[in-house]
């Protein structure tokens, strides 16, 4: 053989190679986009940023002095009217007292009933929330006023502020 046939031999031997390559890489992007389109992934889900509107219901919010054996403890009450105005539905996981730092509880009456709970909130729909902390110990006199801001934290981590509330002592 001689060397003019290797180098057409080879050459062809490289054009086939090419040529398999751009079909294998066709059918890889074709694969690649029929994944894309039919099978859910985490990057086809937005993460709304903002999910409800919450609003104090009128004469809602109120603290108490309480106790825990013979130490004294703050409770802070409120309740809340909730709109969901994302594209999923909702649910509202917890509360936080800015200062002093305190985590609380929550719950979100049913769209079925008048019972509280770890609710979903519909798309679009409309709820009744209710929040309790505990703050031991006490930064409040008993009789006077508390003022404060709370975030109510959705199921996507999103923190929903309201600011400089104040809390009648009842």
């Known amino acids: 053989m001689d060397l003019q046939t290797i ?15 751009k079909v294998t890489g066709f059918f890889k992007w074709v694969m690649n986009l029929y994944r894309r389109i039919h099978q859910p992934s985490s990057t086809n889900i937005k993460i709304p940023k903002k999910t409800v509107i919450l609003i104090p219901v009128p004469n809602g919010l109120w603290w108490h002095m309480g106790g825990r054996g013979d130490k004294p403890v703050m409770q802070i009450v409120g309740d809340l009217n909730v709109t969901n105005i994302s594209n999923y539905g909702v649910y509202l996981k917890g509360i936080r007292l800015r200062k002093p730092r305190t985590d609380g509880h929550v719950v979100v009456r049913s769209q079925k009933s008048d019972i509280y709970g770890d609710y979903m909130i519909p798309r679009g729909a409309i709820s009744d929330l209710r ?10 006199e008993k009789g006077t006023p508390f003022k404060g801001d709370v975030t109510i934290i959705d199921q996507f981590g999103n923190e929903h502020w309201l600011k400089r509330l104040i809390f009648p002592y009842s």
């Open 7 to 21: 180098y057409i031999l080879a050459g062809l031997a490289a054009a086939i190679l090419g040529i398999i390559g």
């Open 131 to 140: 929040f309790d902390l505990w703050v031991e110990p006490p930064v409040s």
